[in-house]
C-alpha cells in the first residue's frame, strides 16, 4: 500500500545537526512532491518546507531558511530533511507528507512521525 | 504571508451535534483551502481539499465550505470517532491555522 516510513526517534544537543528520513512506497516516488511538517509538543503544525523529487526543486519557510535541506534520492524513493543549529525548541515531532501538487498543497499520505528532542 | 486563523480554539459537544468550525484567512486565497483531522498521538489525515472536495474514505458527514478569506468545516452528525483536532492550511503556502480541538461535552 501507498506509506511512508521515516527513520527513527533522535536525541541531540544544542547546535548539532539531525537528518531525518522518508521512506516512500506504493506510488510512484518522483511524481509528488514531498512536505516536512513539525509539531512541538502540544502544540499546532508548522509547514517547514518542500521538495520535488522529480527536480529538486524546493521552497522552505521563511524562519527556517539558512537551516534547513531538503534532499532526495529517488534511485531509493527516500527524502531527507536535515535540520542544523539545533535549538531546544526544535523539539518537536517531524513529519514527511506526500504533497499532490507543485503548486498547491494537499497531504494526503503521512509518515508515521519521528521525534527530535534537543536537550543538553 | 497569509495568515490563517481558526475559531473557536476549542468546541465541547456531544455525539449527534451539528459542528462547525472557521478559518479566516489574512487575505483572500480564492478556494484553496484544506482541512485535516488530527488525533492524539497520530499523523493528521486530509479530510477536504480546495474548499469542499471530500477526500476518498472520508465519511459523507464531514463538508466544507466558504470562499475569498472566509471557511467553515461542517461536521453534520457528530460521531465518537470524531472528537479530534481539526486544521485548516492554505493551500498555495501551505501554512496552517492553530487548530481547534474538539472535546466532549
Known amino acids: 500500500q501507498v506509506q511512508l516510513v521515516q527513520s527513527g526517534a533522535e536525541m541531540k544537543k544544542p547546535g548539532a545537526s539531525v537528518k531525518v528520513s522518508c521512506k516512500a512506497s506504493?506510488?510512484?516516488?518522483?511524481?509528488?512532491?514531498v512536505s516536512w511538517v513539525r509539531q512541538a509538543p502540544g502544540q499546532g503544525l508548522e509547514w517547514m518546507g518542500w521538495?520535488?523529487?522529480?527536480?529538486?526543486?524546493?521552497d522552505f519557510a521563511q524562519h527556517l531558511k539558512g537551516r534547513v535541506t531538503m534532499t532526495t534520492d529517488p534511485s531509493a524513493n527516500t527524502a531527507y530533511m536535515e535540520l542544523r543549529s539545533l535549538r531546544p525548541d526544535d523539539t518537536a515531532v517531524y513529519y514527511c507528507?506526500?504533497?499532490?501538487?507543485?503548486?498547491?498543497?494537499?497531504?494526503?499520505?503521512w509518515g508515521q512521525g519521528t521525534m527530535i528532542t534537543v536537550s543538553s | 504571508d497569509i495568515q490563517m486563523t481558526q475559531s473557536p480554539s476549542s468546541l465541547s459537544a456531544s455525539v449527534g451535534d451539528r459542528v462547525t468550525i472557521t478559518c479566516r484567512a489574512s487575505?483572500?486565497?480564492?478556494?484553496?483551502l484544506n482541512w485535516y483531522q488530527q488525533k492524539p498521538g497520530k499523523a493528521p489525515n486530509l479530510l477536504i481539499y480546495?474548499?469542499?472536495n471530500l477526500q476518498s474514505g472520508v465519511p459523507s458527514r464531514f463538508s466544507g465550505s466558504g470562499s475569498g478569506t472566509d471557511f467553515t468545516l461542517t461536521i453534520s452528525s457528530l460521531q465518537r470517532e470524531d472528537f479530534a483536532t481539526y486544521y485548516c492550511?492554505?493551500?498555495?503556502?501551505?501554512?496552517f491555522g492553530q487548530g481547534t480541538k474538539l472535546e466532549t461535552k
Open positions: 487575505q483572500s486565497i480564492s478556494g484553496h
Open positions: 507528507a506526500r504533497d499532490v501538487s507543485i503548486d498547491l498543497g494537499a497531504f494526503d499520505i
Open positions: 480546495m474548499t469542499s
Open positions: 492550511q492554505h493551500m498555495y503556502g501551505r501554512t
Open positions: 521538495i520535488s523529487p522529480n527536480t529538486g526543486d524546493t
Open positions: 506504493g506510488y510512484t516516488f518522483t511524481h509528488y512532491g
